[in-house]
């Protein structure tokens, strides 16, 4: 499996892979990969003629108080497993590649960047839409996968496709869990025992949100104080444990359209997400 480390290389081999008629799915990632990211591949393989990964660690999607230098960097590992995964090529450019001197173009994110996380990570999703805008040029590929474990991530990308006409479909992956119930995350690395325990919290907290709406709840108010209630017992902070609207992701007063319970919370030293899409069928 090649590794190219720069863009005209990479866009002249997808050229090269679709000039034959094939379509070619694209998976960005920052690395650290775990099986919440091969899945993300094994969607892409499942729906297309090839496939293809880029590791980036984007240092425009990070804060100045943020992760972006000990963010778990495991190369070797990760190309073994998109090779065996049967990608491709990785695309793994240095920073400098993609921002060079003089760099100072940026995407502005669409609104539904402007609640929940982009509130608690100021200019995140500008690092982001930047980024994944710049990855589809340098791979002009047909398809592209991305969790929606970052679910306002996911609903910026979709946003941002369609606002500025990118040819490019994409696909949403489910989130992938450990057997406990954690969803997968790059992160959890830096989690110890104890608070691997505690992170537990959040997968708790929307399975009881879930139950309660099975069980005919239907009052937005009552299911977030019982999520903060489940939360509070263990983790140390929480950015923010609501039910918003899932297209939109603004503030609703009853289940009457779908909607998504999303939480960012602190567990130690670490920031984690998870998030729940609950079904609106009537109670
Ligand atoms: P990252 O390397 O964290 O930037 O993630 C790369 C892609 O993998 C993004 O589209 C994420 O949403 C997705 N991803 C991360 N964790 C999971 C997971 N547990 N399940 C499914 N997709 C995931």
Not at 22 to 44: E, N, Y
Not at 165 to 188: F, H, K, Q, Y
Request: charged share 25%; proline share 5%; glycine share 6%.
């Amino acid at each position: 499996m090649e590794v190219i480390r720069t863009s005209d290389r990479a866009r002249q081999r997808v050229w090269s892979i679709r000039s034959k008629g094939s379509t070619v799915g694209l998976i960005p990632t920052m690395g650290a990969l775990h099986d919440g990211h091969l899945s993300l591949v094994q969607l892409c393989a499942d729906r297309c003629d090839t496939s293809v990964a880029s590791i980036f660690v984007n240092p425009t999607q990070f804060g100045p108080h943020e992760d972006l230098d000990k963010y778990p960097r495991t190369f070797d590992q990760d190309c073994e497993r998109l090779e065996a995964a049967g990608v491709d090529f990785v695309f793994a450019p240095t920073a400098g590649e993609m921002y060079p001197n003089g760099f100072s173009t940026y995407v502005e994110p669409p609104n539904v960047a402007c609640m929940l996380e982009g509130k608690c990570r100021p200019g995140h999703f500008r690092g982001v839409t930047t980024v994944v805008m710049k990855l589809f040029q340098i791979l002009p590929a047909t398809h592209a996968a991305f969790g929606r474990k970052d679910y306002q991530q996911f609903k910026v990308i979709e946003a941002m496709t369609r606002d500025l006409n990118v040819g490019v479909e994409i696909i949403g992956g489910a989130t992938i869990r450990e057997p406990d119930g954690l969803a997968m995350s790059s992160r959890n690395r830096y989690l110890s025992s104890a608070d691997r325990e505690q992170a537990l919290a959040l997968s708790a907290a929307l399975q009881t949100v879930q139950r309660l709406v099975a069980d005919g709840e239907r009052e937005i108010k009552v299911l977030e104080t019982a999520m903060r209630r489940r939360l509070d017992a263990s983790v140390d902070q929480i950015d923010y444990a609501v039910i918003v609207d899932a297209e939109t992701l603004t503030s609703i007063n009853g289940l009457d359209h779908p909607a998504v319970a999303l939480i960012a919370a602190h567990v130690g030293t670490t920031r984690l997400i998870d998030n729940r899409e609950l079904s609106a069928s009537p109670a």
